[in-house]
């Protein structure tokens, strides 16, 4: 089992920046694939990214490429998603979920094994 829990949403300016993080229980963290959704009002959840378990490699959706950046810190079962240059449309409840273990990143909900309660994201314009 394993159990995750989002922080660090809020309310933030179009081009503004946010760092939210996703910490992770269980002692298998590290042999999870990573990744980020959201969920807009009335839209279906939707991937944003995820990083794999076993190089670290990224990938993302094209809307939020070279804005958005996802690490992982093994040490402190955490990932994080660094978002710049927001816009009003990443207006959203962000979801992070975990995939494995040694599976690799899937980019649909189904894929995702664990889910957080989300955090929610405003961008204002």
């Known amino acids: 089992q394993m159990q995750l829990g989002e922080s660090g949403g809020g309310l933030v300016q179009a081009v503004g920046s946010l760092r939210l993080s996703c910490a992770a229980s269980?002692?298998?963290?590290?042999?999870?694939?990573m990744a980020w959704f959201r969920q807009a009002p009335g839209k279906e959840r939707e991937f944003v990214g995820g990083?794999?378990?076993?190089?670290?490699?990224?990938y993302y959706a094209d809307s939020v490429k070279g804005r958005f950046t996802i690490s992982r810190d093994n040490a402190k079962h955490t990932t994080y998603l660094q978002m710049s240059s927001l816009k009003p449309e990443d207006t959203a409840v962000y979801y992070c979920?975990?995939?494995?273990?040694?599976?690799?990143?899937?980019?649909?909900?189904?894929?995702?094994?664990?889910w957080g309660q989300g955090t929610q994201v405003t961008v204002s314009s």
């Open positions: 990083i794999s378990w076993s190089t670290g490699n990224t």
């Open positions: 269980g002692r298998t963290f590290s042999s999870y694939a």
């Open positions: 979920a975990a995939r494995g273990p040694t599976r690799l990143i899937g980019v649909s909900p189904h894929d995702y094994d664990y």
